[in-house]
């Protein structure tokens, strides 16, 4: 079954404080590797989308990375506006529709 | 402007009734969607349609029906709607590509409480 794992599921962090989110996937014939930021009572927001292993993409302090069978989304000197649930998802095999996994609400304190 | 557009926002409704949301997209995507999104904050899909015919229908009880009259709009009726139902209800948009599935672009939910 095509699955999207993303680790960890809360981050709190001081404003400055670099680090990193995981997205781990196990859907077969990959087609796309998506990022997306969700603000409490909002819809989700696009950010990146990764199509092949080692393509990165960079967003102000943002930066996507993906490998063969992960992707990271590195947040560098995150300010408290980077507070946000941060969504990965993965194109089906199809390439009808999007499988999401469960976010990483990230918390930054200044 | 807005992009993709679902209404209403808030939906309370009792168990029994009928309701309907609606969405409409003036990106002129193909490929519009309906995901839900549940308490614990996960997004499944539930529905895709390309230019107004039904692609996918993931596994959601026949009580739950898309209607896309144009490919601009998707609409969602849900008839004798049941406590589970609560949750948010999310359209999106995406255009067409030979990569397959592309970036979606989301509304922002329909908040169904179910009492």
């Known amino acids: 079954e095509d699955q999207v794992t993303q680790s960890p599921e809360a981050l709190r962090l001081q404003e400055g404080e670099s680090s990193s989110l995981n997205c781990s996937y196990t859907?077969?014939?990959?087609?796309?590797l998506f990022w997306y930021r969700q603000d409490p009572g909002k819809g989700p927001e696009f950010l990146f989308t990764?199509?092949?292993a080692g393509e990165e993409k960079e967003k102000e302090r943002l930066k996507a990375t993906l490998t063969k069978k992960e992707s990271f989304l590195h947040i560098t000197a995150p300010k408290p506006e980077d507070s946000a649930t941060y969504l990965c998802?993965?194109?089906?095999?199809?390439?009808?529709?999007?499988?999401f996994g469960k976010g990483t609400t990230l918390s930054v304190s200044s | 402007d807005t992009a993709v557009s679902q209404t209403p926002k808030y939906l309370v409704t009792q168990m029994g009734n009928d309701k309907s949301i609606k969405c409409e997209q003036n990106?002129?995507?193909?490929?519009m969607y309906w995901y839900k999104q549940d308490s614990k904050k996960f997004l499944k899909i539930m529905f895709s349609?390309?230019?107004?015919?039904?692609?996918i229908n993931e596994t959601v009880p026949n009580r739950f029906s898309p209607k896309s009259p144009d490919k601009a709009h998707l609409n969602l009726h849900i008839n004798s709607l049941e406590l589970g139902d609560s949750a948010v209800y999310f359209c999106?948009?995406?255009?067409?590509?030979?990569?397959?599935?592309?970036?979606?672009?989301f509304g922002q939910g329909t908040r169904l409480t179910v009492v």
């Open positions: 999106a948009s995406s255009p067409t590509s030979d990569l397959g599935v592309t970036e979606a672009f």
């Open positions: 859907v077969s014939g990959l087609r796309g």
């Open positions: 990106l002129g995507h193909d490929t």
């Open positions: 998802a993965g194109g089906n095999q199809a390439g009808t529709a999007l499988i």
């Open positions: 349609y390309n230019n107004k015919e039904l692609i």
């Open positions: 990764l199509y092949s």
